[in-house]
């Protein structure tokens, strides 16, 4: 089989792709322009990486030129890095002190100076043509996957991070948008770096067929990824919009949770006012919404919820609507009432929100629970 050709057209695919589809985030009318314009910039260098395939098939680019379009993949890392912040963070902006994200590029061309770009062509060649054999290269290599791998682990905490945010201030299933978006695109990213990790390995321990399989296999991955981020800026055009910057875990405002008396009567006001004035009926409550009713600071409410009840705002929320839920399920002068008229009166806005909270809080589902004796 002619892996060659196989590679050079599935490459030529993925960058005409990769460019398109970075064109249209770089002119689409949207609020979110940081975040469209650091995604395009991912998708541009990953294109020009990819491109090492069939590039040379055209053009001929000097030697120092040439390393320069390798080192340029040091920027991938902390381009997604960013843009998922920016994904995170409605009010996201690039700083100054973001500058430091442009080391790991630098750290490689300060390396490569001496016995590179300070060099005669004859030596250039040579050097690049046994780079993976030189100090150097061997340096760069580990330096590489120590930094994707520090950026990989800051990505997870901050997504992690998010999800605990969003489920200590908010409610609504929408507002969960942005964090399965960021879920997927880690965990496809994450099976990409797998493969791409696989293929390096066979280059150096394997033969080349079996390494220009596994590159055939990255492509067909990249199609698919390219062809998964259209759909999905088809099918979300608008994701929800992000949380504040400064806004901060429980943990992070108290470290310390201490019981005393006037917790106890917060405790006390705050379950009294969630009985009688039932403001979880209302299916967009915020913890934002609940400490204006309440006459109460966002970040105590936020530590009194989640340090002293040890529940998460989504699940103390949601504890009152399956009461309420379970409640008129088992009311027989109820009985005509459909399970989806019920979600919608307790403050739920979807079934499938509902079912998950109900059978968590249960262990059975709306319908076996009215059929329970």
């Known amino acids: 089989m002619n892996y060659i050709s196989i590679l050079s057209v599935l490459s030529i695919l993925i960058v005409t792709l990769f460019l398109f589809f970075s064109g249209f985030l770089l002119t689409v009318k949207t609020d979110k322009k940081l975040s469209n314009r650091l995604l395009a910039a991912f998708l541009i260098i990953t294109a020009i990486d990819i491109s090492a395939f069939f590039y040379h098939n055209f053009i001929q680019l000097p030697l120092g030129l040439e390393m320069l379009r390798v080192r340029i993949s040091s920027f991938k890392d902390p381009l997604l890095f960013l843009y998922i912040l920016s994904v995170i963070y409605t009010n996201f902006n690039l700083k100054k002190k973001h500058l430091v994200h442009i080391l790991p590029w630098l750290v490689h061309i300060i390396v490569l100076i001496p016995n590179f770009f300070l060099v005669d062509e004859n030596s250039k060649l040579t050097f690049f043509n046994n780079y993976e054999q ?3 290269g061997k340096f760069l290599t580990i330096f590489g996957r120590f930094i994707s791998a520090s950026y990989f682990i800051a990505e997870i905490y901050y997504v992690l991070r998010y999800r605990k945010l969003l489920l200590e201030n908010y409610t609504d299933k929408n507002a969960f948008k942005n964090y399965n978006w960021l879920k997927q695109l880690l965990i496809l990213l994450t099976i990409g770096q797998i493969i791409t990790i696989v293929k390096n390995n066979f280059r150096s321990y394997y033969s080349l ?6 590159r055939t296999i990255t492509l067909l991955f990249g199609i698919f990824f390219i062809f998964w981020l259209v759909l999905k800026a088809l099918n979300s055009p608008k994701l929800f919009r992000g949380i504040d910057v400064n806004l ?3 943990k992070e405002i108290s470290k310390v949770s201490v019981v005393d008396q006037k917790v106890n009567e917060q405790l006390k006001s705050l379950k009294k006012y969630m ?14 919404n609940l400490s204006e009713e309440i006459k109460m600071n966002s970040r105590d409410l936020s530590v009194l919820i989640n340090q002293n ?6 699940d103390f929320v949601n504890e009152y609507r399956i009461k309420d839920a379970m409640e008129i399920l088992k009311n027989p002068s109820k009985k005509e009432f459909t399970v989806l008229e019920i979600l919608y009166e307790v403050g739920f806005n979807s079934k ?5 909270a109900f059978k968590k809080h249960t262990n059975l589902t709306p319908t076996q629970f009215r059929k329970s004796p």
């Open 134 to 136: 030189t100090s150097e």
């Open 209 to 214: 067929e079996a390494t220009d399989v596994l």
């Open 248 to 250: 901060l875990t429980s």
């Open 275 to 288: 009985e009688t004035e039932k403001p979880y009926l209302n299916p967009s409550l915020t913890i934002r």
């Open 309 to 314: 009840l040890n529940q998460h705002f989504f």
């Open 352 to 356: 499938s929100s509902f079912n998950t």
